[in-house]
């Protein structure tokens, strides 16, 4: 009989190997954007994330702006 790769058994056999190993990297960078972010508010640096949306941009200038 031919391995059927639609069998939702062999579906979530691949997704939960896949996510097992990608954890340990999920956990690294979360880590990494916490200290990051710790360190850019004690340095008062401002948010510059290039890949933001335009209105994103605007209303992180803007809270930036009108914070206390």
Same mark, same amino acid.
């Given at each position: 009989?031919?391995?059927?790769?639609?069998?939702?058994?062999?579906?979530?056999?691949?997704?939960?190997?896949?996510?097992?190993? *990608?954890?340990?990297?999920? &956990?690294?960078?979360?880590? =990494? !954007?916490?200290?990051?972010?710790?360190?850019?508010?004690?340095?008062?640096?401002?948010?510059? *994330?290039?890949?933001?949306? &335009?209105?994103?941009?605007? =209303? !992180?200038?803007?809270?930036?702006?009108?914070?206390?």
């Amino acid at each position: 009989m031919l391995h059927n790769p639609i069998e939702s058994r062999s579906l979530y056999n691949w997704y939960d190997l896949t996510m097992r190993a *990608l954890q340990p990297y999920s &956990d690294y960078c979360f880590t =990494l !954007s916490k200290r990051f972010k710790c360190i850019a508010d004690t340095m008062n640096l401002p948010v510059n *994330l290039p890949f933001l949306f &335009d209105m994103q941009k605007e =209303l !992180s200038e803007y809270n930036e702006q009108y914070s206390l």
